[in-house]
């Protein structure tokens, strides 16, 4: 499988791009931040996006989807990167329409994805507990009850589980703390008796939720997938999200890179532009180099993805683990090169630095992703 | 698709026929590497054979055009060839400066007599070339260069002398830049002379590099006499020639695992530190190891996306200088690994025990990865001034 475009999907970078400029900004995402927007994005942008096929891109056609797939949806991602608009394109689009796709029962996907390619119906994936990503350290519990379970714990990490309807739980329902095995998916609705959803904004001006569950009932038809078996669907919905995610902080790079460029060759010091002083020139230059590996790593987690290559979690930990060192890069380089301006609120750089700490955070950091990938490599 | 698919089993069914057994294995030394030419010496007959058989199918430069040797493949057929002979780690018949520079420089600038003259020639591994470039007061400014030829009439008389040029002990020609107009601006007096080494007033002498070995030499031309005929393109326009032969060096030296058929350094760690359950036991080179490794993979995959991007027709500028700069860089870091991961048996110099000393030179021999071609320093250079277009670079 090529590692270069289709014409459908540069057609789709094209179309993604010029929506995210024109419909949600670096402008738009500022204006989110000074109000306190209690949704955190603007949901008629939303709407639009589920109008463009944004919101289903994953969704099959057969629910009424646009079922682009993952490079699609990789583009997408990166438009969002490159204008930091807020959506929850990565919660819902992303995660909820993965674990619908690999886990649901006919019933629940047939119930669920229409609404999300319709944009009607927000979900989050409630996983993590640790701070830090450690995806089968699950201590919330479902025990039997009635003819379901009673949820019992804490998320510490939602991504807009503020606004979401349905909750994706990761729960315990036999084995230890940190076992792989014993771990069910649920699907839990977000307004039921027993959960008290505690927003939190976080650095980047994103988000997420800390949601604890004390007794809450759950039906038996609610499961996702089958009872002890909910990890090998976590681990696929984790890493359509860290590819996914990956594309957004390239994003992030390749716009603050070229904001920094852009700067470069304005500001003058010493009576010369500051972009003719080779010692900025040699970082700029090594930048350009990390960015278009990190597109590659990127662009083949993708492929892998589509074509359910078999080595998908293998590319996808080299996407995200590639992608975060490259936007820590991009955007802490950015910073410094703008000098004093660069550190200022008013000025938009210091917000992509803020976006890829949170991103590259999200699901697993490269000491996280070079440990699995290690490991899957047999050492 | 059917095509190809035809085209990979005729492959795969004469590549067993024809790939001799010794031929399979991986390359252990430096003498396991062919380099061709008039006095070439086989370390057997399953590599004079191998060369002999591949060169006759024009398979040792698939994409060059029939009609000068070549395999006149298509790149998807390339790409297919190059497949199979991973998939039996098939050695590459032939190392040759003609393939990797002069062959695509020829092909571009010369004139038909010369093509046919040296590409099919080259093809075969008959004669083995070396690049008369750098001299002592020209290396990262090689466009000040000042070897000379002088017109004189039917025949040019060069006059100068190079260094750092690899094998030029060994080889049978040359491709020499030399300066044909003293007054005109330093970029413009410049020539590209092809001539042999064997001409009257031609000598080298060999430089010791610190991995003990001398690969290049200083080479002295005293009134050397060269045909016209043998000047490539127009007199005064050699740097555009010595710049675009430069950018398929890059891309060779940058792609240092070329056939994919490495030992990745985890594969070498697991086999010499072992393993503690799951993971490796040293648990502080098993980070760097898989750092290391991200960005190996990262430059494969970016190696990858170049090459289908060409393919397609699109490709981004100044590519061979990000290829060069990168893929230097990460060797380097790949040969200090292993050394870090063979520690004390890593200091081996010399030693009664098969192949003593051969990772440290491998070692030695890395650093030059990011001086020969171009330095890492111009190569940043270059990708500032065309890629990012920054002032005054
Ligand atoms: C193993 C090996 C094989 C070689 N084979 C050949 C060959 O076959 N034929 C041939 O012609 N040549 C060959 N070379 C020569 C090689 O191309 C030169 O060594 C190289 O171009 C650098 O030139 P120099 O050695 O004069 O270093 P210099 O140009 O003197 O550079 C010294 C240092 O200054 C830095 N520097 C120079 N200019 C700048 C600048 N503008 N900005 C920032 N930094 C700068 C360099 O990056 C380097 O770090 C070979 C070299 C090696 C090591």
């Known amino acids: 499988m090529a590692l270069t475009l289709t014409d459908d999907q540069k057609m789709i970078r094209e179309s993604a791009d010029g929506f995210f400029r024109t419909e949600a900004p670096v402008s738009q995402h500022r204006k989110l931040r000074d109000t306190a927007d209690a949704t955190g994005f603007d949901r008629a942008t939303w709407a639009k996006m589920a109008e463009m096929g944004f919101a289903g891109v994953l969704v099959p056609e057969a629910h009424g989807g646009a079922g682009f797939g993952h490079v699609a949806a990789g583009l997408i991602m990166e438009a969002i990167g490159r204008n930091l608009s807020a959506a929850p394109m990565l919660s819902t689009a992303i995660l909820g329409t993965t674990a619908l796709v690999t886990g649901g029962s006919a019933e629940q996907q047939a119930r669920y994805l229409p609404l999300i390619a319709e944009g009607k119906r927000l979900f989050a994936l409630a996983a993590d507990e640790a701070a830090r990503h450690a995806p089968a350290h699950v201590a919330t519990t479902a025990t039997p009850s009635g003819n379901g379970f009673k949820l019992n714990g804490t998320k510490g990490f939602v991504l807009d589980g503020h606004v979401a309807d349905t909750l994706i739980v990761a729960a315990r329902t036999s084995g230890d703390h940190d076992s792989r095995d014993g771990i069910t998916l649920f699907l839990v609705d977000a307004t039921s008796a027993g959960i008290a959803i505690e927003r939190r904004a976080m650095v980047d001006s994103r988000n997420a939720a800390r949601i604890s569950f004390d007794d809450v009932q759950v039906d038996g038809a609610d499961v996702l997938g089958a009872v002890g078996e909910g990890f090998g669907i976590l681990e696929k919905v984790l890493d359509a999200g860290r590819a996914c995610l990956a594309a957004e902080m390239l994003g992030v790079s390749s716009e603050s890179f070229a904001r920094t460029v852009d700067y470069l060759k304005q500001r003058e010091q010493f009576g010369q532009k500051i972009g003719s002083f080779q010692a900025l020139q040699h970082r700029a230059a090594h930048l350009f180099c990390e960015v278009e590996l990190a597109r590659s790593t990127m662009l083949r987690a993708l492929v892998a993805l589509d074509s359910c290559d078999d080595r998908s979690s293998q590319f996808a930990s080299l996407a995200k683990a590639k992608c975060g060192e490259v936007a820590k890069l991009a955007t802490n380089e950015a910073v410094q090169m703008h000098g004093g301006i660069g550190m200022t609120d008013d000025f938009d750089i210091g917000f992509f630095m803020k976006r890829a700490r949170a991103a590259q955070e999200t699901f697993g950091d490269i000491a996280f992703h070079g440990d699995r990938l290690a490991r899957m490599m047999g050492y | ?393």
């Open chain 2, 1 to 393: 698709m059917d095509l190809l698919d035809t085209f990979r089993a005729e492959t795969r069914a004469w590549l067993e026929a024809n790939c001799p057994a010794e031929m399979r294995q991986p390359i252990a030394r430096d003498a396991d590497v062919c380099w061709g030419g008039r006095n070439v010496k086989f370390t057997g007959e399953a590599q004079r054979l191998w060369l002999e058989r591949m060169g006759a199918r024009g398979w040792t430069v698939p994409e060059w055009p029939r009609e000068y040797g070549g395999g006149g493949l298509s790149k998807d057929e390339a790409k297919v060839l190059a497949s199979e002979m991973r998939r039996i780690k098939a050695r590459s018949p032939l190392a040759s400066f003609g393939i990797w520079m002069l062959g695509p420089a020829l092909l571009k600038y010369g004139n038909e007599e010369q093509k046919r003259e040296h590409l099919p020639r080259i093809a075969r591994g008959e004669i083995r070339w070396c690049q008369g470039y750098s001299e002592p007061g020209a290396g990262s400014d090689l466009a000040s260069l000042r070897t000379s030829a002088e017109d004189m009439g039917d025949h040019y008389l060069v006059n100068g002398q190079k260094v750092w040029t690899s094998y030029a002990d060994k080889a049978d020609w040359i491709f020499c830049l030399v300066r044909t107009d003293s007054t005109a601006a330093k970029h413009l007096g410049i020539s590209f002379l092809l001539f042999d080494m064997a001409s009257p007033g031609v000598s080298t002498s060999p430089i010791k590099l610190i991995s003990g070995a001398s690969p290049f030499c200083q080479t002295f031309f005293d009134n050397v006499k060269v045909p016209k005929q043998n000047l490539m393109g127009a007199p005064g326009k050699g740097w555009d020639i010595a710049k675009y032969l430069l950018t398929h060096e890059r891309e060779m030296i940058g792609d240092m695992d070329a056939g994919g058929q490495r030992d990745s350094v985890s594969q070498i760690a697991r086999r010499t530190l072992g393993m503690d359950a799951a993971v490796l036991a040293d648990t502080g080179l098993r980070t760097d190891i898989v750092r290391h490794e991200i960005n190996a993979w990262a430059f494969a995959l970016t190696m990858e996306r170049v090459k289908d991007e060409a393919k397609a027709g699109q490709g981004v500028g100044a590519l061979s200088s990000m290829l060069k700069y990168y893929g230097t860089e990460l060797n380097k870091d790949r040969q200090q690994l292993l050394m870090s991961v063979a520690g004390s048996d890593g200091l081996a110099w010399e030693g009664p025990a098969e192949g003593e000393g051969d990772l440290a030179r491998g070692w030695l021999r890395s650093r030059a990865n990011s001086i020969e071609g171009g330095t890492s320093e111009i190569n940043l250079n270059i990708i500032a001034k065309r890629v990012l277009s920054l002032p005054g670079a």
